[in-house]
C-alpha cells in the first residue's frame, strides 16, 4: 500500500514533525476534503509579524500527514506573507512529489495554514476596532 510513497512522505508520514495542537494559538485553521475524508487542523503561534510555532492534526491518509508534517517545517520562522506564499504545490514539491491521485485530494495543508493566518489576521483587525 505504501510502495506508492516515496522515502520523504514516508518518513514525514512515519515521523511527523510538530504534532499537536499550540494552547492559545494566535490563529487556527482547518480544511477537509469531504471525498476522502482527510481533515488538516493548523494552529499557529505568532511573534514579531513571524510564524514562532505551528503544530498540526491531521485525520487522513500517509499522504495528508506528510503533507502536514512538511507545512509546519517550511512555515516555521517564516513571516505571515512569507507563510502565505507557500502552495500545495510548493510542499509536494518538498515531498519529492506525491502520488498523482493524492495530490489534490489529500494535499490541502497549505490551505489549513493560510486558514490559521487568516484568522491571526481578523482577530488583529477586530482587536484595532
Known sequence: MY???NDKVLDHFSNP???GEIEAADGIGSVGN???GDRITIYIKIKDNTLA???FKTFGCAAAIAASSMVTVM???KTLNEALQ???EDVAE???GLPPNKLRCSNIAADALHRAITDYLNDEEE???
Open 3 to 5: 510502495n506508492m510513497y
Open 17 to 19: 514533525r510538530n504534532v
Open 34 to 36: 469531504p471525498v476522502d
Open 53 to 55: 510555532d505551528v503544530k
Open 75 to 77: 512555515a516555521i520562522g
Open 86 to 88: 507557500i502552495t500545495n
Open 94 to 96: 518538498a515531498l519529492d
Open 127 to 129: 482587536n484595532k476596532l
